[in-house]
Nanobody, 115 residues
């Protein structure tokens, strides 16, 4: 089992920045990919970015240049640096990890961007 705890969400004005963190505990030795998804009101959950244990990143095209994903394997933590935030980025952001044969979700952290 892997337990995920997210932090860093909040209310920010358009153009501002936030940094989300997600720390894993439990069977951390089995974690492969860590990442972030988001779900806006009335919309499906969508991928934001992923990063492998080796540091290979995958970021959705619409967020390139504004968002950066990084990972500290020693701290079992994945980060999402979000700059130049737009009202359209308002959503619940979920941490997600994959292991060998399973995957886990965090409880989500709310990000609200005001215009």
């Amino acid at each position: 089992q892997v337990h995920l705890v997210e932090s860093g969400g909040g209310l920010v004005q358009a153009g501002g920045s936030l940094r989300l963190s997600c720390t894993a505990s439990g069977s951390i030795f089995s974690i492969n990919t860590m990442g972030w998804y988001r779900q806006a009101p009335g919309k499906q959950r969508e991928l934001v970015a992923t990063i492998t244990r080796g540091g290979r990143t995958n970021l959705v095209d619409s967020m390139k240049g504004r968002f950066t994903i990084s990972r500290d394997n020693a701290k079992n933590t994945v980060y999402l640096q979000m700059n130049s935030l737009e009202p359209e980025d308002t959503a619940v952001y979920y941490c997600h990890v994959t292991t060998y044969g399973n995957n886990y979700w965090g409880q989500g952290t709310q990000v609200t961007v005001s215009s």
